[in-house]
């Protein structure tokens, strides 16, 4: 035996993974609610406890503890760039793969207005671009001028146009920032090179912002740096995907996170064009991309999403799931859904135990999964001209992705995961989204991966085998 | 023409909803040579991408490529939109088969005169090699 703990810090629960990683087994799961406001290690402890009473775990034969943290917000991120499609976008995908937040971004020279704006947001992060290497220096020199005289205290990351960061850098320092700086997000228009950015922001994620977040005492406990968990699970996905060299991967895969807050979204696919003569637009895609929806989340955001599908859907499509809700004889004539949605807003570790409360809560996962796919595919159109018609395509094709996969509490405990996962699937009636076709679907019951994106640090093999070995395969139907 | 700065960097590609690129690579592939920044946005390039790219590299001049025919068309405005993102003193050539064959050979001076007056900098024909137009544009913006 040789047990890993791997727990997560999350916004609303602490979460603990038990593993053995020799015989590649799960030995058990707990959680309990997160408790950042007084002192983290005692929603831990409580999880803790409750592991050993349910699964009979001696903690003292643990080998290793390894944690992600989302409390607190997470790793809220301020992007600034130039064009907002160009450097901007480099930089949002910056922050994204590196499991941040972006709370705003910003293109061209910002002004006093934004200032206040980004330090009214109390970011954990700023990440400063701007300019290709050799291109435009005027408006991130402007930029950082901008920042230097602000009141912003968090650390700015510098990763724009080489040939002014070291100015760019004096600068704030000279203003008494914390400053880091890296090569640029966009070296080139072909050239997308976010890692060192992101292997910076981890460092600073572990520097500064797990002592700022309330948690040096969960890192006393784990021994060891603590990681976003958006970052975790983006590993799990690279890893599943593409495998080791003594494990293969299943394969090009998307994972679909259905949150309480937000709906994360994890593609691993190399970028293809629909067809040979299609046109491809846009700033290069990379194979692992994450985008995050800040507004699509079954508990915070639960009245966003209502007020994106309306009452009388939302009431349709509940009615379709569970037709005893008008049922004369039952209790649910009473149920008005502008209640429930309220409730749910207010009471964000709700854990639905009636019909009606899972299936209502499906019927936000669908939505919440359905947009949040289409924002994260990529899309084709046909252009007609005198000459002819051509396929334009911006973003990534994920028609042929080969996994598709559910993880998030409503994949554990929820009715019917496989109705969300459906959702994420490409739609006739809306062809130019595209989304994954015909995929193997695939879903995460024990809520692991970001346990199994922790482990592929150390032990990617296993890591690797155990997520194959938990997560179900299922049947979506028709 | 005198530029305020020179930084050796341009924008090239097929405007549009135009797919020839050889030419725009040929072209990429010269001015590389030639010591130029170049940002090769391939083919059927928005009006929009040309000025993002420009912005961003910080370019002396756009070098639209345009092979089907409809080039007045797919130009028009591209001045004043560059005008409007801040880019005053931005170069812009056109070339290609930039209408059809036949008025190319007979109309030339009509051609070259309607691009000008959308706010061209020159207007090039489909003789006109890749050495050329590095050559051009050198001279226009005064170096080597
Ligand atoms: C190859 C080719 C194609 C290929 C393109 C492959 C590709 N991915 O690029 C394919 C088969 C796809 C194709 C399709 C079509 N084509 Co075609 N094609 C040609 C062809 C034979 C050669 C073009 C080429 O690549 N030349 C080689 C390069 C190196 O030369 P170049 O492009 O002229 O560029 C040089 C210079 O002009 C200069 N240059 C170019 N741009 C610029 C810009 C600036 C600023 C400067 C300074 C210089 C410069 O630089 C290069 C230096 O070597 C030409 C005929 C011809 N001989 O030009 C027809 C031609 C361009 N095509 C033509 C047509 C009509 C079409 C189609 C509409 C056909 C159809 N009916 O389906 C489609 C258009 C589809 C679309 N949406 O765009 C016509 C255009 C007529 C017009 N202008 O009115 C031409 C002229 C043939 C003809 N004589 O009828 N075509």
């Not at chain 1, 480099?90 to 002004?111: N, P, Q, T």
């Not at chain 1, 050799?134 to 920042?147: E, F, P, Q, S």
């Not at chain 1, 008008?326 to 207010?346: A, V």
């Given at each position: 035996m040789s047990i890993y703990l791997l727990v997560d810090f999350g916004s609303t629960y602490t979460k603990i993974l038990a593993v053995d990683v020799s015989n590649e087994v799960i030995l058990g799961r707990a959680q309990a609610p997160t408790t950042i406001d007084t002192d983290v290690t005692i929603g831990l402890n409580r999880a803790l406890s409750e592991l050993v009473d349910t699964c009979g775990l001696d903690?003292?034969?643990?080998?290793?503890?390894?944690?992600?943290?989302?409390?607190?917000?997470?790793?809220?991120?301020?992007?600034?760039?130039?064009?907002?499609?160009?450097?901007?976008?480099?930089?949002?995908?910056?922050?994204?793969?590196?499991?941040?937040?972006?709370?705003?971004?910003?293109?061209?020279?910002?002004?006093?207005?934004?200032?206040?704006?980004?330090?009214?947001?109390?970011?954990?992060?700023?990440?400063?671009?701007?300019?290709?290497?050799?291109?435009?220096?005027?408006?991130?020199?402007?930029?950082?001028?901008?920042?230097?005289?602000?009141?912003?205290?968090?650390?700015?990351?510098?990763?724009?146009?080489?040939?002014?960061?070291?100015?760019?850098?004096?600068?704030?320092?000279?203003?008494?920032?914390?400053?880091?700086?890296?090569?640029?997000?966009?070296?080139?228009?072909?050239?997308?090179?976010?890692?060192?950015?992101?292997?910076?922001?981890r460092e600073i994620f572990i520097a500064h912002i797990t002592h700022a977040k309330g948690l040096d005492k969960a890192a006393d406990f784990i021994g060891g740096p603590i990681i976003p968990t958006p970052k975790a699970t983006l590993q799990a996905a690279t890893l599943l995907a593409q495998g080791t060299v003594e494990e293969p991967g299943i394969g090009s895969l998307l994972v679909v996170e259905v949150g309480g807050a937000t709906t994360n979204i994890h593609s691993v696919a190399d970028q293809s064009p629909v067809t040979p003569q299609t046109v491809i637009r846009g700033l290069p895609e990379s194979p692992v991309k994450r985008t995050v929806e800040g507004d699509l989340g079954i508990r915070y955001n639960a009245p966003t999403i209502y007020d994106f599908i309306?009452?009388?859907?939302?009431?349709?499509?509940?009615?379709?799931?569970?037709?005893?809700?008008?049922?004369?004889?039952?209790?649910?004539?009473?149920?008005?859904?502008?209640?429930?949605?309220?409730?749910?807003?207010?009471?964000?570790?709700?854990?639905?135990?009636?019909?009606?409360?899972?299936?209502a809560d499906i019927v936000l996962a669908e939505s919440a999964a359905s947009i949040a796919v289409e924002r994260h595919a990529g899309t084709v159109r046909q252009e007609f001209s005198v000459v002819g018609e051509i396929l334009v395509q911006h973003g990534k094709n994920l028609l042929e992705v080969e996994n598709l996969i559910g993880t998030g509490g409503i994949f554990r405990y929820g009715l019917r995961p496989e109705r969300i996962l459906s959702s994420a699937l490409f739609n006739p009636e809306k062809p130019w989204s595209l989304k994954p076709r015909n995929p193997k679907t695939l879903i995460d019951r024990m809520y692991m991966l970001y346990g199994i994106g922790l482990l592929a640090e150390h032990f990617p093999a296993p890591a690797l085998r155990i997520a194959k070995k938990y997560l179900t395969e299922t049947d979506l139907g028709s | 023409m005198k530029r305020r700065h020179v930084n050796r960097s341009v924008v090239i590609g097929t405007i549009g909803a135009d797919a020839h690129m050889i030419g725009g690579w040929v072209l990429e592939k010269a001015f590389k040579e030639a010591r130029f920044t170049v940002a090769f946005l391939g083919a059927v390039v928005p009006q929009q991408e040309f000025i993002n790219a420009a912005i961003e590299i910080d370019a002396d001049a756009i070098l639209v490529s345009s092979m089907y025919g409809m080039g007045l068309l797919d130009c028009e405005g591209l001045r004043d939109k560059c005008t409007e993102a801040g880019l005053d003193d931005i170069i812009l050539y056109v070339g290609g088969t930039v209408a059809a064959p036949l008025e190319l050979e007979k109309n030339w001076p009509e051609v070259e005169r309607r691009f000008k007056e959308i706010g061209?900098?020159?207007?090039?024909?489909?003789?006109?090699?890749?050495?050329?137009?590095?050559?051009?544009?050198?001279?226009?913006?005064?170096?080597?």
């Open positions: 903690l003292r034969q643990v080998e290793g503890k390894y944690a992600s943290s989302s409390a607190a917000g997470g790793l809220k991120m301020a992007a600034i760039g130039l064009v907002p499609e160009l450097t901007l976008e480099a930089a949002r995908r910056a922050c994204l793969g590196a499991g941040a937040k972006v709370v705003c971004s910003y293109g061209f020279e910002i002004d006093s207005d934004i200032v206040r704006e980004i330090e009214a947001a109390r970011c954990d992060i700023i990440l400063l671009c701007g300019g290709t290497d050799g291109g435009d220096k005027r408006v991130i020199t402007h930029n950082a001028r901008m920042l230097a005289h602000s009141e912003i205290a968090c650390p700015i990351l510098v990763a724009g146009n080489r040939v002014v960061s070291d100015a760019v850098r004096d600068t704030l320092e000279r203003h008494g920032k914390k400053v880091y700086r890296t090569s640029n997000v966009l070296p080139s228009l072909d050239m997308v090179e976010v890692e060192p950015a992101q292997a910076l922001i309306g009452r009388d859907a939302f009431l349709a499509r509940l009615r379709d799931l569970y037709p005893a809700l008008d049922d004369p004889s039952g209790d649910d004539q009473r149920f008005d859904p502008d209640e429930h949605i309220e409730y749910l807003s207010k009471n964000v570790g709700h854990v639905p135990t009636t019909e009606l409360g899972l299936n | 061209f900098d020159r207007v090039f024909p489909n003789t006109c090699t890749a050495a050329e137009a590095v050559q051009a544009l050198k001279t226009d913006l005064g170096i080597d």
